[in-house]
Structures are given as C-alpha cells and as structure tokens.
C-alpha cells in the first residue's frame, strides 16, 4: 500500500513569511496530490490539488509542488496569515486510487 | 447542495457498550470512506465503499468494528463492544470517483471513559 510521509510536523512562522511543508510517497503508480487544511473543531477542507501531469500548480499564496522523480510533493504559502493556522495534510492514493493515504499532518502557527 | 453529515457530533459511552455513527455523504457519490483522527495524530483509513459494496475494509481495526451502507445510500459505523483505544474522532467522506476530491464530513467525537 502506499506510505506517506510528512514534515515538519509543527510549523510557527511570523505573519508575512512562508511556509513550506513537504511530503514524500512511497507507490510510483500515485498520480494525484491533494492538500487539506483542518481548523480547530472543523472537518478537513481541501486547498489545493496536483495530478502527475503537472509539476506545479498555484491558487494565490498557495502552491503545490511535485517531483515525481522523487516522489516527493510540498505546499508552498507565502505571506501567511493568522487565518493560515491551522493543521496541513497531504495524501495520496495508491496504485488504486480507490482511498487516499494521509501523511501525519502538520500544526502550521501563525504569529501575528 | 447538502455537504457530507454525519450523527451525532460527540458521543461519550462507557467501555463496553455499543455505539453507532452514522454518515450521509453527497447526493450521486458512490465512493464513501470512513477515516479515524485519534489523539491528533494522522488521518487513518478505516474503510471504502463503492455503492454499497465494501472496497476495502483493510483499516479496520478488528471485528468490533462493523460498517454497512445500506441501499448504496448512508452508511452506519459501529462499535461493538467499545474500547478505551476506540476514542478519536472519526469522519465519513464521499467523492464521484477515483483521484479527485473527497468532501468530509464535520465528524463525530467518539469518548469511551
């Protein structure tokens, strides 16, 4: 099955800066990379989502990276707010495709 | 359009009695996955449903555990009987297909004390 793996896995930044965090997948077939961001006591939102065509896809301050060589993947956010706080998780399917693999997740904070 | 719902929110039961979540996802999805969130730790797959047959139940953690979707429709998680370990909040997703976006529901925080 695949093997997702995700660091760092707490991030504090000060607000402005940028924040990247990066996951590695272990099933060369995967060729889908979502991203979610799960506030505080809510259910997990995606953001922003790559298929293996492409090596980099951007929505505003946020942008996904992949290297399938690699295969390795990383969600860029630049000039973080305090809204950004939150906690990140990536995932990827199997060979399958039919469920997603989430890595462990990571605490980005935001300083004001 | 209705999102993913689940019911209830929160349960707190007592080590050994039987609990039952349940999960509406979207209208049309026939993909509908169960997923476990314990401790703050990562997102664990439970189990897959395409329509109302079992994909893949590979994440089940042992056979207290019993899910069902009935009619293809809603789907029932249940726990029988509960353990301390079983705590967590779990969460139903649907999606229209492979290798695109699965919608979560809110959750239900499962207590077993």
């Known amino acids: 099955g695949e093997n997702v793996e995700q660091h760092p896995s707490t991030l504090s930044v000060q607000e402005g800066d940028s924040a990247v965090i990066k996951c590695t997948y272990s099933?060369?077939?995967?060729?889908?990379f979502p991203w979610y961001k799960q506030e505080l006591g809510k259910r997990p939102q995606l953001i922003i989502d790559?298929?293996?065509?492409?090596g980099e896809k951007k929505d505003q301050r946020i942008a996904v990276t992949l290297n399938k060589t690699a295969k390795h993947f990383s969600l860029h956010i630049t000039e973080t707010q305090p809204e950004d706080s939150a906690v990140y998780f990536c995932?990827?399917?199997?060979?399958?495709?039919?469920?997603?693999?989430f890595g462990g997740g990571t605490r980005l904070m935001v300083k004001p | 359009e209705a999102g993913v719902t689940q019911f209830p929110s929160h349960s707190v039961i007592e080590k050994g009695q039987t609990v039952t979540l349940r999960c509406d996802p979207i209208s049309g999805h026939d993909n509908l996955y169960w997923y476990r969130r314990v401790m703050g730790k990562e997102i664990k797959f439970l189990l897959h449903?395409?329509?109302?047959?079992?994909?893949?139940e590979s994440g089940m953690p042992n056979n207290r555990f019993l899910a069902e979707r009935t009619g293809g429709t809603y789907s029932t998680l249940k726990v029988q009987p509960a353990e301390l370990e079983d705590s967590g909040v779990y969460f139903c997703?649907?999606?229209?297909?492979?290798?695109?976006?699965?919608?979560f529901g809110q959750g239900t925080r499962l207590t077993v004390v």
């Open positions: 099933d060369s077939a995967s060729n889908y």
């Open positions: 790559i298929r293996s065509n492409v």
């Open positions: 997703a649907s999606s229209p297909g492979y290798w695109t976006e699965a919608f």
């Open positions: 449903f395409v329509k109302e047959s079992k994909q893949d």
């Open positions: 995932a990827a399917p199997g060979n399958a495709g039919n469920m997603l693999t």
